[in-house]
T-cell receptor, first 115, second 114 residues
Framework: EAGVAQSPRYKIIEKRQSVAFWCNPI?????LYWYQQILGQGPKLLIQ????????DSQLPKDRFSAERLKGVDSTLKIQPAKLEDSAVYLC?????????????FGPGTRLTVL | AQKITQTQPGMFVQEKEAVTLDCTYD???????LFWYKQPSSGEMIFLIY????DQQNATEGRYSLNFQKARKSANLVISASQLGDSAMYFC???????????WGAGTKLIIKP
């Protein structure tokens, strides 16, 4: 089966510009996550979706970050305006709904550099 | 709140030796899971092994095994017969069974020497 797809793989922008990332999860996976991974750290959860609804966005900086999953399948994460500290890898993951012992499957990530 | 601690920022291990990567956690969840993921320099996150808090036996997956000591809140990863391809970052993560969210440690960078 196809894995989690993300695009673009790399993005370089200047501060105060906007950027959008796209994620297509594994078919049938109801739960989708966006993470921010700063160099040298573990991933930090930004937002969790269950189908097309938001389960938890408590760590999403809502003044500049937004995310949507309109049809319960693919998702976009947007940053507007970007700051230097947003430079990181943005990881998308999906998980089958319910049950323990279900790992999250990760996409290749988008490496964002803000100059 | 849950917290994961990985005390080894980096480790060097000779090829073919066994290696233990440490992970301790702090949780108030009555039911939870512990995961280990591998992240090579290419960046993708690869699932290695899972341990449920109520599992009676330690989890094993090929060369990977998890030394789970619930009372001590530790979940160390053991890699037997290390290979050059095992060089990567290794992350321990806690999942709450109430919301299926992962809380991650800072990771351990493992380098296998030939």
């Amino acid at each position: 089966e196809a894995g989690v797809a993300q695009s673009p793989r790399y993005k370089i922008i200047e501060k105060r510009q906007s950027v959008a990332f796209w994620c297509n999860p594994i078919s049938g996976h109801a739960t989708l996550y966006w993470y921010q991974q700063i160099l040298g750290q573990g991933p930090k959860l930004l937002i969790q979706f269950q189908n097309n609804g938001v389960v938890d966005d408590s760590q999403l900086p809502k003044d500049r970050f937004s995310a949507e999953r309109l049809k319960g399948v693919d998702s976009t994460l947007k940053i507007q305006p970007a700051k230097l500290e947003d430079s990181a890898v943005y990881l998308c993951a999906s998980r089958p709904s319910g049950g323990k012992n279900n790992e999250q499957f990760f996409g290749p990530g988008t490496r964002l550099t803000v100059l | 709140a849950q917290k994961i601690t990985q005390t080894q920022p980096g480790m060097f291990v000779q090829e073919k030796e066994a290696v233990t990567l440490d992970c301790t956690y702090d949780t108030s969840d009555p039911s939870y899971g512990l995961f280990w993921y591998k992240q090579p320099s290419s960046g993708e996150m690869i699932f290695l092994i899972y341990q449920g808090s109520y599992d009676q036996q330690n989890a094993t997956e090929g060369r990977y095994s998890l030394n789970f000591q619930k009372a001590r809140k530790s979940a160390n990863l053991v890699i037997s017969a290390s290979q050059l391809g095992d060089s990567a970052m290794y992350f321990c993560a806690h999942e709450s069974d109430s919301n299926y969210q992962l809380i991650w440690g800072a990771g351990t960078k493992l380098i296998i020497k030939p």
